[in-house]
């Protein structure tokens, strides 16, 4: 059987909800959704996203990855006026990568000062 790891960010809704940052089975690793932290929840939704991006940064690394292993990322942006802020954000983690990617707009995440989550998934070989 292939080991598992879970990686904690230490976050305070993980153990509320039940979930971990990150989970490596294998080669494969799985970062949850991702939103910006005090004081960057409070920005715009580049700062928010540069934020957010950082953090699965921490994530990967900690799973003995990094962003250039990144296959596919999932956005979802509370008002859709702000993908250029995100996209910004986005090309400028992954230029060099150019993972698969979505950008959808949904009504709302858990804090209304967010407005923006990601969720990543990449692949070490």
């Known amino acids: 059987m292939t080991e598992r790891v879970n990686i904690s960010s230490g976050g305070d809704y993980e153990p509320v909800f039940g979930y971990s940052r990150a989970v490596r089975v294998g ?3 799985h970062v ?3 939103t910006a932290r005090e004081p960057a929840r409070s ?9 957010v991006l950082s953090l699965i940064e921490t994530a990967l690394r ?3 990855s990094s ?3 990144v296959v596919r990322t999932v956005t979802y942006v509370t008002d859709i006026k702000d993908a250029d802020l995100v996209a910004r954000a ?3 983690a992954f230029a ?3 993972p698969a990617a979505t950008m959808v707009e ?3 995440l858990l804090d209304p000062k967010m407005k923006v989550e990601i969720e990543a998934y990449a692949v070490e070989k």
């Open 43 to 51: 920005g715009d939704a580049y700062e928010q996203a540069s934020a």
């Open 27 to 29: 080669e494969h690793i």
């Open 32 to 34: 949850s959704g991702t």
């Open 67 to 69: 962003l250039s292993a």
């Open 62 to 64: 900690e799973a003995g």
């Open 90 to 92: 986005h090309r400028e």
């Open 96 to 98: 060099d990568v150019l």
């Open 106 to 108: 949904v009504s709302a």
